[in-house]
């Protein structure tokens, strides 16, 4: 099965600052992936898909990009709201959804 | 608006059984593929399983194989997930997901959520 790493497990930044969150894929998975949003006691939130397309009344300061097994998540200024755990996802034609362990995002 | 409201959580002995349930409403549920994925409290999410928008797809992680069975009625526009033979690593969060589109297992929407907990 595909596993996604994601880098860093966790992460501190500051309100306006750029961050990266990485996504690597144990093989190569073309654009098959999604990003989420999740804060404490909250379901996830559907952010990104297809690597680099935007939900529908996501923030434009969220933008995905890669493809094959190295992906990246960016927040280009950093909201309080933005403070959360992402996660990455993927699926593929054998039937299988693979999750990464999650990046958790500090003040 | 999409709203996916899980019920059916609770705390139930190792070996034991659960039906927990999912109404959607807010879309065509008959339309959409959905699934179940999980959350261990504290962790990170695992998809369980998948059901097509007539039933006529339905897959499962290697996990629940053989002891879950996910089903649908779309004239009640409710999901269902039947756990049988619980064990101690079942215990989680179950969410229920819509799906984005045809063939892609993206999850758009998700319910609140509902907690199971095995354990004697």
């Known amino acids: 099965a595909i596993q996604l790493t994601q880098s860093p497990s966790s992460l501190s930044a500051s309100v306006g600052d750029r961050v990266t969150i990485t996504c690597r894929a144990s093989q190569d998975i073309s654009s098959a992936l999604a990003w989420y949003q999740q804060k404490p006691g909250e379901a996830p939130k559907f952010l990104i898909y297809d690597a680099s397309t935007l939900e529908s009344g996501v923030p434009s300061t969220f933008s995905g990009s890669g493809s094959g097994t190295d992906f990246t998540l960016t927040i280009s200024s950093l909201q309080p709201e933005d403070f959360a755990t992402y996660y990455c996802?993927?699926?593929?034609?054998?039937?299988?959804?693979?999750f990464g362990q999650g990046t958790r995002l500090e003040i | 608006e999409v709203q996916l409201l899980e019920s059916g959580g609770g705390l139930e002995q190792p070996g034991g059984s659960l039906r927990l349930s999912c109404a959607a409403s807010?879309?065509?549920?008959?339309?959409?593929?959905m699934s179940w994925v999980r959350q261990d409290p504290g962790k990170g999410l695992e998809w369980v399983s998948v059901?097509?928008?007539?039933?006529?797809?339905?897959y499962y992680a290697d996990s629940v194989k053989g002891r879950f069975t996910i089903s649908r009625d779309n004239s009640k526009n409710t999901l269902y997930l039947q756990m049988s033979g619980l064990r101690a690593e079942d215990t989680a969060v179950y969410y229920c997901?819509?799906?984005?589109?045809?063939?892609?297992?993206?999850?758009?929407?998700w319910g609140q959520g509902t907690l199971v907990t095995v354990s004697s």
């Open positions: 059901i097509s928008s007539i039933s006529g797809h339905i």
């Open positions: 807010g879309f065509t549920f008959s339309n959409y593929a």
């Open positions: 997901a819509r799906h984005k589109e045809i063939g892609k297992w993206y999850f758009v929407n």
């Open positions: 996802q993927h699926f593929n034609n054998y039937h299988q959804v693979t």
